[in-house]
DNA sequence: AGACATTTGATAATGATTATCATTATAGAT
DNA sequence: ATCTATAATGATAATCATTATCAAATGTCT
């Protein structure tokens, strides 16, 4: 997976530098969870205690360019980022979520059951490519 | 529309104020856009040349609260706020958006075919009260 | 009209993200 | 292994949207 990322990072002229294997290593440790910048500074720093705050933004973004990372808001005001389910193979579709209003627990579903409505949505002349959606509620300890 | 939401502001304890008049009438008017705060406050300037964002700001954030508008982002770092469909009466589901990663333009789907997968879902355990789905793709004129 | 609480506008403060720039590190050639 | 060109880094300033503050103005009720 690393020598993946590497590989295409070479591919666009970028390096491999000590903070971006640190940050990518911090997101593969972090599978399933949505990390803000604030937080994958606070891990990576663990490792690489001289990374800053923008290098962390830098990379995150590139990740995220190379579609290695999902960045996405919750709450608004920020972003979060997560590794693609089958991050390194270009993918279209990931799984959804279940924001508990009361926790703010974040669950996935992985059911996608979407493909109908954007062939739908498709036959109207638009061409779909990605889709995001976010459900609300109560999560089952705080019904 | 505007009486009821005058009452509904009285009853708790609210006041219907010129500025809050002039921001309902600039989303009542813009049915079915997606406006910034910005954008709010221009539009209410041509009829309350003195308003302040603050009051923009503060006043989309009561009719929000009030369930008139609903509140989303699109590109990120920034909030948008429309009317909900049949504003005035509470509801929990509204049609959804598809984002043109060329032109931006927003267009709207009123097709709901998520009850079957929000009912998979609610028998897990949880409890679903409102949904938030946005396509990304490319409208028929960028295709 | 008068009293009182709420609202307003101007502006400062905040928080997240991006830009700037001098210094340092990397990849590839020698 | 060293050199060189170029990209990357860290510190910090700048930006942008949003929120907080507070004195002055306004709306509601009597």
Redesign the interface.
């Known amino acids: 997976m690393k020598k993946k990322i590497t590989i295409k990072l070479k591919q666009n002229d970028y390096k491999m530098t000590e903070q971006r294997e640190t940050v990518l290593e911090v997101m593969l440790k972090n599978r399933g969870k949505h990390l803000s910048a604030e937080e994958v500074l606070e891990k990576a720093r663990k490792k690489s205690p001289g990374i800053g705050i923008a290098t962390v933004y830098r990379t995150l973004e590139k990740l995220t360019e190379m579609e290695v990372l999902y ?1 996405t ?1 919750f709450e ?2 920020k ?1 979060r980022y997560e590794l693609y389910d089958d991050a390194g193979s270009k993918q279209q579709h990931h799984h959804h979520h ?1 924001i508990c ?1 009361k926790c703010g627990k974040i ?1 996935e ?1 992985q ?1 996608d ?2 493909s ?3 062939q ?2 498709e036959s ?17 300890n705080c ?1």
Chains 1, 2 share one sequence.
Not at 124 to 140: E, M, N, R, S, V
């Open positions: 960045k808001v608004g005001g972003f279940i209003l669950t579903v059911e059951l979407l109908g409505l954007e739908k949505i109207q002349g638009f061409k779909i490519i990605d889709h995001d959606l976010k459900f609300f509620g109560y999560c089952p019904k």
